[in-house]
C-alpha cells in the first residue's frame, strides 16, 4: 500500500484543492491530509479562515479520495508524520516548490501544478469580501 501525505488550510474548500487531492491519491493508495488548526492558521501562516478546523475537517474526511485527516500544528512536523504514518511520499501544489525538499531523506517529494485560475482570495474579492469585514 503506497501511502501519500500532503498539507494544506483547505478552507473555502474549491476545486483547485480538489485537483491536487485527486492527483495526489492518483500517485497511490492512502492519502493523508495534514489540516492546518485555527491556531497554526493564525499564529504562523498569517491566514484567517472561514470555517473552523472541525468543520474544514468534516469537508475533507466527506471526500472519498481522503482516507486519513490530521492535524497540522507547525511546520517542523512533517518529517515526523511521515516516519509516524509511513508515508511513501509527500505532495503538495508547486507554490511551494523546493521548499520541502530535505523531506526527500525521508520519502519522494512531488510538487504538482497549481490549477492557477482559482484561489480562495479570489472567491472573496469575486463576491465583495475584503479582508476588514472577513469573518473573525
Ligand atoms: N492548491 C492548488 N491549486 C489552487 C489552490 C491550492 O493546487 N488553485 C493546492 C496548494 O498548492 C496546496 C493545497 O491545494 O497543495 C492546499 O492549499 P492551501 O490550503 O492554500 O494550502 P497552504 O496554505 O499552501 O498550506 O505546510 C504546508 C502548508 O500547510 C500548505
Redesign the pocket.
Known amino acids: 500500500m503506497k501511502r501519500i501525505i500532503?498539507?494544506?488550510?483547505?478552507?473555502l474548500l474549491h476545486y483547485?484543492?480538489i485537483?491536487?487531492l485527486k492527483r495526489a491519491k492518483d500517485l497511490g493508495d492512502y492519502l493523508i491530509v495534514?489540516l492546518?488548526t485555527d491556531e497554526f492558521n493564525t499564529n504562523a501562516?498569517n491566514?484567517k479562515t472561514y470555517f473552523p478546523y472541525e468543520v474544514r475537517k468534516q469537508l475533507l474526511e466527506s471526500l472519498r479520495f481522503v482516507d486519513l485527516v490530521i492535524p497540522?500544528e507547525n511546520?517542523e512536523q512533517?518529517k515526523t508524520d511521515i516516519v509516524k504514518y509511513e508515508a511513501d511520499v509527500f505532495v503538495?501544489?508547486?507554490?511551494?516548490a523546493g521548499k520541502f525538499d530535505e523531506l526527500k531523506e525521508f520519502c519522494e517529494v512531488v510538487y504538482?501544478p497549481?490549477?492557477?485560475e482559482?484561489?480562495?482570495s479570489k472567491i472573496k474579492s469575486d463576491l465583495g469580501i475584503n479582508s476588514s469585514n472577513q469573518k473573525e
Open positions: 500532503t498539507y494544506g488550510t483547505y478552507d483547485g484543492h485537483n491536487l495534514g492546518s501562516k491566514k497540522e511546520w512533517k503538495i501544489g508547486d507554490d511551494w504538482l497549481r490549477t492557477p482559482i484561489s480562495t
